[in-house]
């Protein structure tokens, strides 16, 4: 949340007086933020306003970050899961499932830290569905907790994660 306080940049006596009835004890979201530069553009503080788009895109960043540690950590267990298929079931189909869902993910993860966000965010999206719609299919015949029951609950996590990354960087 951002909160404008008499201690922001202060050009314009218009502005001043713009912010003050808003300073007292009104804090804004960042949505809130982004629709109130227009007004403060019309005032004419540059200043103020590369300081509300600084801490703008603090905020994204940070939401950009956590989601790609969200989508690292579910391939990471994605991985770890399709090995222990393949140990206690000898299933080979689950080691390479695993094993390939696992690595993409990790490589979306990783697209998403270096600045490629956008296909990173796809890729997992597109994959996390994949194994949702796979474990729920299954699921449906014959419901078991371990696997398919945490695969379940792992991939929800992971989209909503995705979903909440997207709608908070269009807000």
Known sequence: MTRFSPDLCFHCSCLRANLRAHSHSTTRTESNVRRGIGRIRQNGCRLLILQLDRELWFVIGEIKLMVAWVILIYGL???VGGVMGYVRAQSLPSLLA???SGLLLI???VAMMRGSFQLGWWAALII???LLARFGAAAVNEFKMMPGGLMIILSIIAIIALL???TAMRA
């Open 107 to 109: 490589g979306a993860a």
């Open 164 to 166: 909440f990354g997207r």
């Open 98 to 100: 695993g094993g390939i």
């Open 77 to 79: 267990l994605v991985a």
């Open 128 to 130: 996390a569905l994949l």
